[in-house]
């Protein structure tokens, strides 16, 4: 019995190996990573990584429970080919492993910045040992330049100057967050940052980057010159399609899979931050998640399907992002909405939420301390799974609980 081979020993392939044997499979169960960690989870790597007194791996299991559970993980070895017709993935060690079922749960490296004079201290955050090298530059008096104000640049700003560094962040875009997140609560953040010391320039293109080993000077298209200790770069992240694709699998944003994350070979599927997918609440669009959430429940469902079970994707995506002792929260796709409605909660949170031209609900977008809007942005995530159109007045009424709207 050749068994079950999953390709990617992040979350998504982690949490797929142990749903396997939750299910009640018992044929073999062969987990490929290229590093040469156990799985671990990608959110802590700009937080808790870089600030924790002793950094540490989040492992989603150990080598014990692995063993445990007859599920063989082989680590530091890359797939570098896959033989759909034989039914085998080849390894860079020059193994082979034979599948009846096979998972690619490759994941995604973070885009490269396409320009010369990039060095050693130019670096991306992707894996537990680039998170290492970054803190090393993290310390007080050091100038830290981030090149992106996306989510992990900014969460890395926040962890650089709660270590003392000094901080810069440059956005070529006109605003930070420019991705999904609305205008009104990317200046919270924004401003956030800049009462913590963080000098944030946005709408600023790089006219060139030059890396000498002991510094980096990065000169902008204004002319301004800054000179950095380490440059972090934050523009976003590529799935890793490539063994998928010489494979003949069809690539769209992703390694394009269905709703039930099956490839268009009926024994691949794909899940996780490398696969583009229909989504049924949004009509079939086509998307691509980079979610630690997306990551998990996508991993369980593989699991289920590998078995047989043709159960589509439902969930509703879901991303979060702590800076400052602020929570971010958003529930579902805010560029699908016509128009916003804002509801104020307690402690200056609020929640705006994104109705579609029809009035249906189709994401809600929160910000405030702590868990301030979690329980909101849940009933939220709720009323946008079953395609509800709460009255706009309802939604922005502070006595209206939209545990009632849900009920309705």
Known sequence: MAGMVIVGAGECGGRAALALRDLGYEGPVTLVGDEPHLPYERPPLSKEAMTGEAPAIKAIASDELFAERSIRHIHSVQAVSIDRAAHQVRLSDGSSLAYDKLLLATGSVPRKLPMPGLGARCVYLRTFNDALAIRAHLSAGNRVTIIGGGFIGLELAASARKLGAAVTVLEAQPRILMRGVPAEIAEIIHKAHEAEGVTILTGQGIASIADNGAEVRITLADGQEIVADVAVIGIGAVPVTALAAEAGLAIDNGIAVDGT??????????????????????????????????????????????????????????????????????????????????????????????????????????????????????????????RAAPAPEALGSQTVKLKSLLAA
């Open 261 to 386: 994350l099956r490839t268009e070979d009926p024994d691949i599927f794909a899940a996780g931050d490398c696969c583009s997918f229909p989504l049924a609440v949004y009509g079939g669009r086509r998307v691509r998640l980079e979610a630690w959430r997306n990551a998990q429940e996508q991993g369980a469902l593989a699991a289920k399907n590998m078995l047989g079970a043709d159960e589509a994707h439902a969930a509703v995506p879901w991303f979060w992002s702590d800076q400052y002792g602020l929570t971010l929260q958003i529930a579902g796709l805010s560029d699908e909405g016509r128009s916003t409605v804002r509801r104020d909660l307690d402690a200056g949170a609020f929640i705006l939420f994104h109705l579609a031209e029809d009035g249906r609900l189709v994401a809600a977008s929160g910000i405030g301390p702590g868990n301030a809007v979690a329980r909101d942005i849940r009933l939220a995530e709720m009323l946008i799974a079953k």
